[in-house]
């Protein structure tokens, strides 16, 4: 794992934006894990001005996103999908049908989450996948406790998350009580991880990263078991 500490929250985004930039000329039909969160909106920003600059082209691109509340209808302002749409395909000449977010609607979750591991398994696998971080060390909805081996799943939010995402929403109490999300077995298969750290509440969560242990109850440690993981910090993060 190696560590990055840069200067702010835009010397993140930029190095991010040139590290997928890089990927993705590398291999313009390659597979992309996207995030969603406040962390990454930054490096979307500069996907797209790279994008409009014409340094990077998306038009064979795929990418599959980490996680979706459920329920939630794709079209909800707050559905990931949604987030996606405004914060980054919509701006790009990324093809609709590349794009793959769970579906917060399924009626059968656990059918949708096998046909989605399969679905990545079909596209060669993740090339890269991009990360954000919850206060407590969870990766996607990975929450302290998560298992190892847990491919996409249907999991409960915890109160620590259910509080930290109620300020995109106009009550607690409408914050979904579920997520579906990419499982740490899914997010460990991609070929390269990108984790985006930024801001003063995730200093304990940057710390756990710097020993040598890894502990369910902080998902993120599991990212030590890669051996292809950047991790971007602000100095904010790890000034704390
Ligand atoms: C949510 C997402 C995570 C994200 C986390 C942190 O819970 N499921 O994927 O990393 O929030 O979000 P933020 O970047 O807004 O702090």
């Known amino acids: 794992m190696l560590i990055r500490i840069l200067k702010d929250y835009d010397a993140v985004s930029a190095y991010a934006a040139d590290i ?21 909106i930054g490096t979307y920003r500069k996907l797209i001005e790279e994008y ?41 000449n990324i093809v609709s049908e590349n794009t793959h977010v769970p579906d917060g609607t399924a009626e059968n979750p656990a059918a949708m989450c096998r046909d989605y591991d399969a679905a990545i398994r079909g596209a060669g696998g993740l090339d890269l996948q991009l990360l954000g971080i919850g206060r407590n060390g969870h990766i996607g909805f990975n929450e302290p406790g998560a298992s190892l081996f847990a491919s996409t799943h249907l999991t409960p939010l915890t109160e620590n998350t259910i509080e930290a995402n109620a300020r995109f929403f106009s009550s607690p109490k409408e914050v979904p009580t579920h997520a579906v999300t990419m499982g740490m077995a899914s997010i460990l298969g991609a070929r390269k991880i990108l984790l985006l750290i930024s801001g003063k509440d995730k200093h304990e969560a940057l710390l756990r990263l710097y020993d040598d242990t890894v502990d369910p109850q902080c998902p993120a440690t599991f990212l030590k078991l890669h051996p292809d993981v950047t991790v971007l910090a602000d100095e904010e993060a790890y000034h704390g």
């Open 52 to 92: 409009r600059a014409g340094e990077v082209d998306f038009a064979q691109v795929r990418t599959y996103n980490l996680d979706e509340y459920y329920p939630m209808a794709p079209d909800h302002v707050q559905s990931y999908r949604h987030f996606m749409e405004e914060h980054l395909f919509r701006h790009i």
């Open 20 to 40: 997928i930039t890089e990927v993705v000329k590398g291999n313009p039909s390659c597979v992309l894990g996207l995030a969603t969160g406040s962390t990454p």
